[in-house]
């Protein structure tokens, strides 16, 4: 079985962020970059699966990106990926949804794979397109936000989760993609020396100008921090005018009180 | 208590990293945000060690990592493996201290000292922490001065030696299956590995420290115990070059770590000042509080930088036993006095346990004085500068 896993590298949310120059991105200086989360779910799933069928099996991750992304297909060689694919692209930022899937689609189009491994959406653009949009654009079977895995004789069973707390299980042919949501798994640490052995697996560089061929459907017009609030209503009087007070405006603005 | 995944810095030094830096670090951060900080205060406050962690460190390769693969071990560059110290540290020096007595105090002389097959029994073993080494120098009598030990041991006919003598500050002692001890001989100071359990040998657990509480600190005893020469000397060192040279490796893991504790209590303060408000303002905008957080950043940041190149220049082969001094002496001192300076900005809160601060500053205190004293260092450096050694 042939495995793809695709992954992003997203800035540390904590950190501090503004816009860039254009106003339609963040400013990439000063912060600090690690391997999405819901991609750590999909990278944990595929090794699972690869350690479960073992050498009949092979586990390739895909990242688009510049050079820095190299750390996170790193820490998916870590945690046990066969080899690497890196799309060199110094513009990975200013692609839609739909180029993204698009550039690991001309990739992937050649490679058979059996089961292709995405988060559920990045962190930073949060738009849980790229997964959706690949398996259409290779015509293949897709489920989304998976919290549950099994493959058995080649067929593959996953649940998800619904609204109101719900699940559903869903049977898949392959070849098919899935996107992997928080709760799946518990994604493994990389230990100290599965990262120095994986130094020694091959990540194939390709530039991405050898796989783009499709034109955006989306452009991104502004990204910027919500406006300041203003500050809040103070109320102040004897107890019980307050209670009155409150009462109105809960009426008034809310839904709490009919 | 501060959960962040950043580590603070603020000349970028993390640029100079490689990759396989950067991740064994990552690995280091998440281990001690998901095991350590939710439990560490709980074990510093009842005087006991997290021993649940032993193995799970073991798993992560987090013990001699910068061994060779060969013995299980990951092959680490010292600078991956210095950064693994900062990040244990942070979380507490008692973890910390655990992995640098295994790491650099018991494998490091088994590997650099030993016969092939007390390494390939042991190193295996300590890797996964399925054993546990302690490593005895100091005695009641001679701590500052080892050269002076009285612990001797004495050839016996049919390849045995007998042992005889005390060691105090022995961290881990109670709870090692294997220790590391230093006694002088006809021939000088020779290392014995001598096992838990041989007659003879016991390893009371000291009590009642306010430093370093999350860690086992013993004596070891030795009555006429008798060792095989073929399993428990070290056969390839005479002198005290042999502990020194252990030393030296400790301390650089001791000058990286150190910065890790400084960090967390540094974060914590900025953290606090940013949000305490008295007299209408945060208390980050007063200029005195300001003045706190800004040598705290910029000592720390200069520690950083200092490690970075006493690294390389191990990674390269070529730096000196007292350049590790000067990384230790300093680092430690301004990490002990941070953690001070951050227990002011927090006022009230920052003698409780719910924030990290007053166990860090009370474990430095052992920092300070073990693997060589500040007074030491200054005085190496002084020896390697004047070439006149004052301490004698
Ligand atoms: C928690 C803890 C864990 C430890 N773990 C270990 C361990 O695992 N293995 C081990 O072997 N040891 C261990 N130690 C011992 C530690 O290394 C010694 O405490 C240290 O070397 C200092 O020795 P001392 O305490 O006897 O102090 P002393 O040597 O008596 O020093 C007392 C004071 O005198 C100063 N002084 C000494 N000589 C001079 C001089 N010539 N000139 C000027 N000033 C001088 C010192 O700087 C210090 O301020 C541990 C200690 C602690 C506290």
């Known amino acids: 079985?042939?495995?793809?896993?695709?992954?992003?590298?997203?800035?540390?949310?904590?950190?501090?962020?503004?816009?860039?120059?254009?106003?339609?991105?963040?400013?990439?200086?000063?912060?600090?970059?690690?391997?999405?989360?819901?991609?750590?779910?999909?990278?944990?799933?595929?090794v699972q699966l690869r350690e479960q069928l073992g050498d009949s099996a092979e586990l390739t991750v895909l990242s688009i990106g510049p050079d820095r992304v190299v750390e996170a297909i790193k820490k998916a060689l870590a945690m046990g990926a066969d080899k690497a694919v890196h799309v060199q692209d110094q513009a990975v930022a200013d692609k839609d949804p739909w180029q993204i899937a698009s550039v690991i689609a001309a990739h992937a189009r050649g490679q058979n794979y059996d089961l292709i491994f995405t988060g559920m959406q990045s962190q930073d653009r949060g738009s849980a397109q790229v997964g959706v949009a690949l398996a259409e654009q290779l015509g293949i079977a897709c489920t989304t936000t998976i919290v549950g895995f099994a493959c058995e004789g080649g067929s593959?069973?996953?649940?998800?989760?619904?609204?109101?707390?719900?699940?559903?299980?869903?049977?898949?042919?392959?070849?098919?993609?899935?996107?992997?949501?928080?709760?799946?798994?518990?994604?493994?640490?990389?230990?100290?020396?599965?990262?120095?052995?994986?130094?020694?697996?091959?990540?194939?560089?390709?530039?991405?100008?050898?796989?783009?061929q499709e034109g955006a459907l989306a452009d991104t017009v502004s990204f910027h921090p919500p406006a300041k609030k203003g500050?809040?209503?103070?109320?102040?009087?004897?107890?019980?005018?307050?209670?009155?007070?409150?009462?109105?405006?809960?009426?008034?603005?809310?839904?709490?009180?009919? | 208590m501060s959960y962040t995944t950043e580590l603070t810095d603020y000349?970028?030094?993390?640029?100079?990293?490689?990759?396989?830096?950067?991740?064994?670090?990552?690995?280091?951060?998440?281990?001690?945000?998901?095991?350590?900080?939710?439990?560490?205060?709980?074990?510093?406050?009842?005087?006991?060690?997290?021993?649940?962690?032993?193995?799970?460190?073991?798993?992560?390769?987090?013990?001699?990592?910068?061994?060779?693969?060969?013995?299980?071990?990951?092959?680490?560059?010292?600078?991956?493996?210095?950064?693994?110290?900062?990040?244990?540290?942070?979380?507490?020096s008692g973890l910390r201290s655990f992995a640098s007595v295994q790491g650099s105090l018991v494998m490091y002389p088994i590997y650099a000292y030993g016969s092939d097959s007390q390494k390939d029994f042991w190193l295996p073993k300590l890797a996964?922490?399925?054993?546990?080494?302690?490593?005895?120098?100091?005695?009641?009598?001679?701590?500052?001065?080892?050269?002076?030990?009285?612990?001797?041991?004495?050839?016996?006919?049919?390849?045995?030696?007998?042992?005889?003598?005390?060691?105090?500050?022995?961290?881990?002692?109670?709870?090692?299956?294997?220790?590391?001890?230093?006694?002088?001989?006809?021939?000088?100071?020779?290392?014995?590995?001598?096992?838990?359990?041989?007659?003879?040998?016991?390893?009371?657990?000291m009590h009642g420290k306010w430093s370093l509480r999350a860690s086992v600190t013993s004596e070891l005893i030795f009555e006429d115990v008798i060792v095989d020469e073929e399993k428990s000397l070290l056969p390839n060192v005479t002198g005290l070059k042999g502990p020194l040279g252990c030393l030296t490796q400790a301390r650089y893991g001791i000058a990286w770590g150190v910065l890790g504790a400084a960090d967390i209590c540094?974060?914590?303060?900025?953290?606090?000042?940013?949000?305490?408000?008295?007299?209408?303002?945060?208390?980050a905008s007063y200029q005195l509080q300001q003045k706190k957080l800004a040598e705290m950043v910029t000592e720390i940041t200069k520690g950083?930088?200092?490690?970075?190149?006493?690294?390389?220049?191990?990674?390269?082969?070529?730096?000196?036993?007292?350049?590790?001094?000067?990384?230790?002496?300093?680092?430690?001192?301004?990490?002990?006095?941070?953690?001070?300076t951050a227990r002011t900005i927090l006022g009230a809160n920052g003698i409780m346990g719910e924030y990290p601060i007053m166990r860090h500053?009370?474990?430095?205190?052992?920092?300070?004085?073990?693997?060589?004293?500040?007074?030491?260092?200054?005085?190496?450096?002084?020896?390697?500068i004047t070439g006149i050694a004052a301490y004698r």
């Open chain 2, 11 to 92: 000349m970028g030094f993390q640029g100079l990293l490689s990759d396989e830096e950067k991740l064994v670090r990552e690995t280091g951060r998440k281990f001690v945000n998901d095991e350590v900080l939710p439990i560490i205060e709980e074990h510093a406050q009842k005087e006991t060690f997290p021993t649940h962690l032993i193995r799970k460190m073991g798993e992560l390769g987090f013990y001699g990592p910068n061994l060779p693969e060969k013995y299980g071990c990951a092959g680490l560059s010292n600078v991956a493996y210095g950064l693994l110290m900062y990040e244990l540290e942070r979380g507490d």
């Open chain 1, 231 to 258: 500050g809040g209503v103070v109320l102040e009087g004897e107890v019980g005018a307050l209670v009155d007070q409150v009462i109105g405006i809960l009426k008034e603005k809310t839904a709490v009180l009919r």
């Open chain 2, 361 to 384: 500053a009370n474990n430095l205190e052992a920092v300070y004085t073990y693997e060589g004293t500040h007074d030491m260092h200054l005085l190496i450096i002084g020896e390697k």
């Open chain 1, 1 to 46: 079985m042939k495995l793809l896993v695709c992954i992003k590298q997203v800035p540390d949310l904590e950190s501090r962020f503004k816009p860039n120059a254009g106003g339609t991105w963040f400013d990439e200086a000063d912060l600090a970059f690690r391997m999405n989360e819901y991609d750590e779910y999909a990278v944990e799933q595929a």
């Open chain 2, 128 to 205: 996964t922490g399925e054993k546990i080494g302690c490593f005895g120098l100091t005695e009641p009598d001679f701590g500052s001065n080892p050269s002076g030990m009285r612990t001797t041991a004495v050839r016996e006919a049919g390849g045995k030696w007998r042992i005889n003598g005390t060691k105090m500050w022995i961290t881990n002692g109670s709870v090692a299956d294997v220790a590391v001890v230093w006694a002088r001989t006809e021939e000088g100071i020779r290392g014995f590995l001598v096992e838990k359990g041989t007659p003879g040998f016991s390893a009371p657990q």
């Open chain 1, 156 to 212: 593959i069973t996953v649940k998800r989760e619904l609204e109101g707390g719900l699940k559903g299980v869903v049977r898949l042919k392959t070849p098919a993609l899935v996107t992997c949501q928080l709760g799946l798994n518990t994604p493994r640490y990389p230990t100290l020396p599965n990262i120095m052995k994986a130094k020694k697996k091959e990540i194939a560089a390709i530039p991405v100008t050898e796989l783009l």
């Open chain 2, 304 to 340: 950083q930088l200092l490690v970075m190149q006493l690294g390389r220049l191990k990674d390269q082969g070529t730096y000196t036993p007292a350049q590790v001094s000067m990384a230790k002496m300093n680092n430690v001192n301004v990490a002990i006095n941070i953690c001070r």
């Open chain 2, 266 to 283: 540094y974060q914590t303060a900025l953290e606090y000042a940013l949000s305490r408000i008295q007299f209408d303002k945060p208390i």
